[in-house]
């Protein structure tokens, strides 16, 4: 089946700075991405849906100037959390679906964020 | 709206079965999923069904009614591994995935 990497798995940064995580579909084309937040006990929450060549579309009350995203390429797509703070601490989970299919999302292996 | 709805923990036995509800309110319909997530990790694909009917993969089988907008996954000969969130996820008519918040399974010996 279709894989997601996402990289890197953990980080501990400190507060104030800046954090990338990386969203690659290995396998296929991946015109649209999404980005999810979890905190510890509840569900995924979406972000963002990330387009690739043109500017990500961002869920009510996530702030897009915090949440930098990029999708440059079919297979690429990547959220920077900017001036960090402890409160951004949380697991962050990228996706993707086959365009136009009713194919299952493939996700990446999730990133583990710690703001200290 | 768009609506996905689950129940937030059910606790079942070692060796039991047990059965996990969703009923879902979306703009079209073109199936729905369910998902495994371990704590710490990301969702699995567990499947997928867009006609009525009931599909099994081994121990896990999937039901789907399109008229009453409900879906349920049984869970069989429940192991302790089997611990984890369950969650249901509706495909609408733009092919988005619209989440349920997840049923935490928590398996006794």
């Known amino acids: 089946g279709a894989v997601v990497s996402q990289h890197p798995s953990r980080v501990i940064c400190k507060s104030g700075t800046s954090v990338k995580i990386e969203c690659r579909s290995l396998?296929?084309?991946?015109?649209?991405m999404f980005w999810y937040r979890q905190f510890p006990k509840q569900s995924l929450m979406l972000m963002a849906t990330?387009?690739?060549?043109?500017?990500?579309?961002?869920e009510q009350g996530v702030e897009k100037d915090k949440f930098l995203i990029n999708h440059a390429s079919l297979t690429l797509s990547t959220l920077t959390v900017t001036s960090a703070h402890p409160e951004d601490s949380s697991f962050y989970i990228c996706?993707?679906?086959?365009?136009?299919?009713?194919?299952?999302?493939?996700f990446g292996q999730g990133t583990r964020l710690t703001v200290v | 709206g768009q609506n996905i709805d689950q129940p937030t923990e059910m606790t079942a036995t070692e060796g039991a079965i047990v059965q996990i509800n969703c009923t879902y309110q979306?703009?079209?319909?073109?199936?729905l999923f369910w998902y495994q997530q371990h704590a710490g990790e990301a969702p699995t694909f567990l499947s997928y069904?867009?006609l009525d009917g009931l599909e099994e993969k081994g121990r896990f089988s999937s039901f789907l009614s399109r008229s009453k907008g409900y879906s349920y996954l049984l869970l069989k000969e429940l192991q302790m591994k089997d611990s984890a969130s369950y969650l249901c996820?509706?495909?609408?008519?733009?092919?988005?995935?619209?989440w349920g918040a997840g049923t935490k399974l928590i398996i006794k010996p």
């Open positions: 996706s993707a679906r086959e365009p136009g299919t009713v194919s299952e999302a493939f």
């Open positions: 396998d296929f084309q991946a015109t649209t």
């Open positions: 990330s387009n690739e060549g043109s500017k990500a579309t961002y």
């Open positions: 979306t703009s079209g319909f073109n199936g």
């Open positions: 069904n867009v």
């Open positions: 996820a509706a495909l609408d008519s733009n092919y988005q995935l619209i």
